[in-house]
């Protein structure tokens, strides 16, 4: 195998790493910078548990090599939280709203959201189940976590991972 130097933003932070060509990207979140929010699921894309902001738009990390993130910002549920660990707004939200049950999915749905929050000032129940149609919960009926992005949104004063 090769291994490759890789250097981006994480949460933040400048990360500069060698890894091998194949790692993904929520192997190199998980395992090598221990960011342990970001939840492998399905590893094919098709749960949600891996979705994280890239350069503020919402990816699923399972199905893309690190190396695609090269000298971009990527944003983690850990990076949401203010200095202070104060909770994101979306995440307080979740909290409140009771948009979560076991719990797994949650920061691929709060990913996601905030993406939501960049895009569409005022969204319907429709778009934002639409923006979450690429995140499976097997716990709720879903009504909750859209009562909790709605709440999240308009407790928001900017999109996150920008």
């Known amino acids: 195998m090769s291994s490759v130097e890789l250097a981006l933003r994480v949460n933040g932070k400048p990360v500069s790493t060698r890894i091998e060509s194949h790692t993904t990207l929520v192997e190199l979140l998980r395992e090598t910078l221990r960011l342990t929010g ?11 548990a ?9 990816v699923k990390a399972c199905n893309m090599l690190a190396l695609q993130a090269s000298g971009m910002e990527v944003t983690t549920i850990e990076g949401l939280a203010a200095a202070n660990g104060e909770m994101h707004p979306m995440q307080a939200a979740f909290k409140e709203c009771h948009g979560l ?62």
């Open 101 to 162: 049950q076991c719990g797994f999915c949650t920061p691929g749905m709060v990913m996601s959201a905030c993406e939501l929050s960049g895009r569409v000032k005022n969204p319907t129940d429709t778009q934002i189940r639409e923006a979450l149609d690429g995140n499976i919960c097997r716990c709720t009926g879903y009504q909750n976590i859209v009562k909790s992005v709605q709440m999240g949104l308009s407790n928001m004063t900017q999109p996150a991972g920008r």
């Open 38 to 48: 970001t939840h492998v699921g399905c590893d094919t894309a098709q749960c949600g």
């Open 50 to 58: 891996c979705t994280v902001l890239l350069d503020g738009r919402a």
